[in-house]
């Protein structure tokens, strides 16, 4: 038995600091591989077993946004600068749609009394209870009876109009909002619209961002939904469909890298928006869940 | 009452989203059955009519004119192929065509595409032999008209043929018989003569201190393991799908199997099994003397070889004093026409043209793409590569009727022989392993 308390304290701290480097090595070392080899020299799936490569360039990052295809690949329709545009463009508007969605939906609920406000909410709980991709091909069909298949807007249209649905959230951070301040923004004439856009938003920025972090990964990770949309249209696929063609077994021996390369590119985006917001979105993932 | 209304909403909320689902799919079942009857009759009225080898009869387009065509080819076929459709629009100068649009697709997604929406996939598209039972359970595929049949049949490679009939009715016109795998080798490393046995092979790139590479833990390679012992598959059961086997000597299974083990151990750390993408890659760096790779790497791999590369179907391997041929699994590609076409005739005869001989030939030429025609395969026979794959083809299996559960099974069987603890001389191991594996496969 250690007597010393010091001693013991700083004998489980290392224990406890043993344990959690371990598992933070496992975790980022997937990371830190696809960075470290999408930057390796000589091209091919892995460098024979080496973990580190041995030279280090930018070649492929270079060829990857010159789209330049490697030779011997034959490949005519890989060309992800036009991919990521695609992506970032989907990602925007249905980002922009859906937070206001969200957000009104959840106003709506958490601030207007009206008749059949817990039917709908009920309804909204068991509509997205089920998984989305049971209606997937319904979904297909309808966008081609309004000759919206194979478009980007039908990709927009599919992430962004359900967003309504998961307002429970951002409802629970709504309700934590006095009443008080309502009323006395009624009292000073203001209408339920007024008060949404200038008291509860301003008073929300934690869920806003939340909500816009959500709802921009999205497109960016969704690859079903955009690969039975987009058919065999190259030129308006997503980043997700995209690179998962460069490891088909057409390309997989001369993309490898490339798709490397678009993998760790692909992160850019999420993560400075990340960093921006990310001192609201720690206090918005909290304060949502006290009532959500 | 309150709570038993939510749910009714619910439920005819959710009943109408399944409405849309199950109407799409009705009327695909019935145009589906119209195009079929179409094209039948399409067949037998055109039966009559001869057939020019490499161009059919103009009067087999009937009254279709103002033709609008999709053409689905991989990506690194696309300028070729885009190339053959003006050479068949221009020799059918008098018919009009308002469009033939050639689109990259790869072949592995081919049927995925079609299948969820035939209308508005390709009318004439290339595809893997392992996607025809699937294409034929959806009925997406015409079936080749009997004016063009029989020249198909006489001139391509039987088992090409055969793969793509069923109930006597041809469903697709061969295109290539190349989708496999066959021996690659560094020329300075592996001569000629060694690479005629798979103990040859792995001797001298021990000596070169160099690598050999085949992946035993993909199923898709490893197989060629029971098949060589006489574990060939043969289709499905009756049942329709539970693999079935041709008849085997387990013995003889179990001893092909042990004589595999004993090579990969007598030569742990010249047999890798790696990825055959990185083959390429070591023939670049020079870690690698030799590999087994499809023939969809074999660019990447002359080009890292360049005078160095050499070719040929798979080695043999001594089994007690007999010297086998690995057997492998070996695919063919097709050219498919879309039942769902508003031109069916057309269709097939830019079909027929695009896998005919002369559309054959230019890409074997261009591409290296395998022909499964006959007179084709005569024309490139100074191709090192096309003819180790031709070789290789008449020591295969064909990759058509696969069980899902094969892969995996197969993948074990080859990675536990890899493995460092296993024993090649324990018979009763392997055995226990081989009938592990073969109830896998057939689910049991």
């Known amino acids: ?292 | 009452m309150k709570k038993v209304l939510a749910i009714l909403l619910a439920g005819m909320l959710t009943a109408t989203a399944f409405a849309g689902c199950g109407g799409g799919g009705n009327n695909n079942s019935g145009s589906k059955a119209a195009d079929g009857s179409q094209t039948e009759s399409k067949g037998d009225a055109s039966a009559a009519a001869a057939v020019d080898p490499s161009w059919p009869d103009a009067s087999l387009f009937g009254d279709e004119d103002n033709i609008t065509l999709k053409v689905w080819a991989p990506d690194k076929a696309v300028d070729l192929v885009k190339t053959q459709v003006e050479a068949f629009k221009s020799h059918y100068s008098d018919k009009k065509f308002a469009s033939i649009e050639v689109v990259a697709q790869g072949e592995n997604d081919a049927a995925t595409l079609i299948v969820n929406d035939p209308e508005k996939a390709a009318d004439v598209f290339g595809f893997p032999s392992d996607q025809l039972n699937k294409l034929k359970d959806a009925q997406v595929l015409t079936q080749v008209a009997p004016a063009l049949a029989a020249q198909v049949q006489a001139m391509n490679a039987e088992k090409t043929v055969t793969a793509a009939t069923f109930d006597g009715q041809l469903l697709a016109f061969p295109e290539t018989n190349d989708n496999g795998y066959y021996l690659v080798f560094d020329n300075s490393v592996v001569t000629a003569d060694d690479a005629k046995t798979l103990e040859g092979v792995l001797a001298a790139c021990k000596k070169a201190g160099k690598s050999f590479i085949m992946d035993a833990g993909n199923g898709y390679y490893s197989c060629i393991f029971a098949f060589t012992g006489g574990a060939e598959i043969d289709g499905f059961e009756a049942d329709g799908t539970t693999q079935k086997f041709k008849e085997y000597d387990e013995a003889t299974v179990v001893k092909t199997l042990m004589a595999f083990a004993q090579l990969m151990k007598d030569y742990k750390g010249t047999f890798v099994s790696q990825d055959p993408a990185n083959i390429s890659t070591g023939f670049k760096n020079g870690k690698v003397g030799a590999g087994i790779d499809g023939t969809w790497n074999s660019q990447p791999d002359k080009e890292a070889l360049g005078d160095k590369f050499g070719a040929a179907k798979l080695p043999t391997i001594k089994v007690g004093s007999e010297d086998k041929q690995i057997i492998s699994l070996f695919g063919y590609k097709y050219i498919g026409v879309n039942s769902h076409t508003k031109f069916p005739r057309s269709a097939q005869i830019l079909g027929y043209y695009l896998a005919g001989q002369e559309c054959q030939e230019q890409r074997a030429k261009q591409i290296g793409w395998g022909p499964s025609n006959q007179e084709a395969l005569k024309a490139v026979a100074d191709d090192a590569i096309l003819q180790a794959v031709a070789a290789q083809a008449e020591n295969a299996v064909p990759q058509v009727n696969v069980a899902g559960t094969f892969w995996t099974s197969m993948g074990t069987l080859g990675s536990e022989m890899y493995k460092d603890g296993w024993n090649p001389a324990d018979e009763a191991a392997t055995k226990k392993l081989f009938e592990k594996t073969i109830a896998n496969v057939r689910d049991e």
């Open chain 1, 1 to 292: 038995m250690i007597k010393s308390y010091k001693l013991r304290r700083h004998l489980s701290n290392a224990l406890i600091y043993i344990i959690l480097g371990v598992m933070c090595i496992i975790w980022v070392m997937p990371f830190v591989y696809l960075v470290l080899h999408s930057l390796r020299l000589d091209g091919g799936v892995i460098d024979n077993g080496a973990l580190l490569p041995k030279q280090f360039t930018f070649k492929h990052y270079i060829d990857l946004f010159a789209g330049n295809a490697p030779s011997g690949s034959g490949a005519a329709t890989l060309y992800f600068p036009q991919w990521f545009l695609n992506t970032f463009v989907v990602a925007c508007f249905s980002c922009v749609i859906s937070t206001l969605s969200v957000l009104m939906v959840s106003y709506a609920f958490s601030r207007l009394r009206f008749g059949a406000r817990k039917k709908l909410m009920n309804i909204a709980m068991i509509l997205g209870m089920f998984p989305g991709f049971m209606t997937m091909i319904a979904m297909y069909y309808l966008l081609k009876i309004m000759h919206l298949d194979g478009t980007l807007v039908a990709l927009v249209l599919c992430y962004s109009c359900g967003a309504g649905l998961g307002f429970q959230i951002s409802k629970g951070f709504f309700d934590t909002i006095p009443r008080a301040l309502d009323e006395a923004a009624t009292i000073d004439g203001a209408t339920k619209n007024q008060i949404f856009w200038k008291i509860i938003l301003p008073m929300s920025k934690p869920i806003v961002v939340y909500t816009v972090l959500t709802s921009f990964i999205g497109p960016w990770t969704d690859f079903i939904l955009a690969k039975i949309i987009m058919g065999d249209d190259t030129s308006k696929y997503t980043v997700a469909i995209g690179l998962q063609k460069m490891i088909s077994a057409e390309f997989r021996s001369s993309y490898f890298q490339q798709f490397m390369a678009g993998s760790v590119v692909v992160a850019v985006p999420i993560t400075l928006l990340f960093l921006k917001m990310q001192k609201y979105y720690v206090e918005g993932v909290t304060a949502g869940g006290v009532k959500g």
